[in-house]
T-cell receptor
Framework: GAVVSQHPSRVICKSGTSVKIECRSL??????MFWYRQFPKQSLMLMAT?????????EQGVEKDKFLINHASLTLSTLTVTSAHPEDSSFYIC??????????????FGPGTRLTVL | AQKITQTQPGMFVQEKEAVTLDCTYD???????LFWYKQPSSGEMIFLIY??????QNATEGRYSLNFQKARKSANLVISASQLGDSAMYFC??????????????FGSGTQLTVLP
């Protein structure tokens, strides 16, 4: 159980375009989803916490107008990278918090989206 | 100060042997949770094991066990009978606060494990 999907898995776009990444919890309801960013050979860095029905909470240094997050339902959160630039190229991973997981608060991760901005 | 420290950037282990991946943490919160995730080259993060700060016994999940030493603030992952498929990056992570809170995870820098045939 506790499957999280992400779409697309890989995207290549031109500089200046916007890219939307979807994160879905497939077999559970997730009131909270998290968006992380990972550069090659580095750890995951939290970008924002997404709560269903309310505004996302962004980490310090993350531009909320550039990285738009929408958590419209208990199973879907979207991250839109607006006006993407080459420095936005990275691996973006979402996770969803399952209240029914064995440890009561384990986060289950999506497979990630590799964004390349040309 | 680093909240999660993994001091081993890379580790090698012979197939079928056991290996310990180190993790130390820093928190003043009496309630916290510790997690280990595996990230193969495909990029997905796979949950392995969880230890709560109030858990009396060390967590075990199949070939994975967590050596939890609260006084030392360490939560080392032990993988027994290593398999070639265990080769991956391993991340230690911590959630501060009670389990019901929507707190994010803080990750360590990771350890790249390579299992040798």
């Amino acid at each position: 159980g506790a499957v999280v999907s992400q779409h697309p898995s890989r995207v290549i776009c031109k500089s200046g375009t916007s890219v939307k990444i979807e994160c879905r919890s497939l077999d559970f309801q997730a009131t909270t989803m998290f968006w992380y960013r990972q550069f090659p050979k580095q750890s995951l860095m939290l970008m924002a916490t997404s709560n269903e029905g309310s505004k996302a909470t962004y980490e310090q240094g993350v531009e909320k107008d550039k990285f738009l997050i929408n958590h419209a339902s208990l199973t879907l959160s979207t991250l839109t990278v607006t006006s993407a630039h080459p420095e936005d190229s990275s691996f973006y991973i979402c996770s969803a918090k399952s209240q029914g997981s064995p440890s009561t608060d384990t986060q289950y991760f999506g497979p990630g989206t590799r964004l390349t901005v040309l | 100060a680093q909240k999660i420290t993994q001091t081993q950037p890379g580790m090698f282990v012979q197939e079928k042997e056991a290996v310990t991946l180190d993790c130390t943490y820093d928190t003043s919160d009496p309630s916290y949770g510790l997690f280990w995730y595996k990230q193969p080259s495909s990029g997905e993060m796979i949950f392995l094991i969880y230890q709560g700060s109030y858990d009396q016994q060390n967590a075990t999940e199949g070939r994975y066990s967590l050596n939890f030493q609260k006084a030392r603030k360490s939560a080392n992952l032990v993988i027994s009978a290593s398999q070639l498929g265990d080769s991956a990056m391993y991340f230690c992570a911590m959630r501060e606060g009670t389990s019901g809170s929507a707190r994010q995870l803080t990750f360590g820098s990771g350890t790249q494990l390579t299992v040798l045939p």
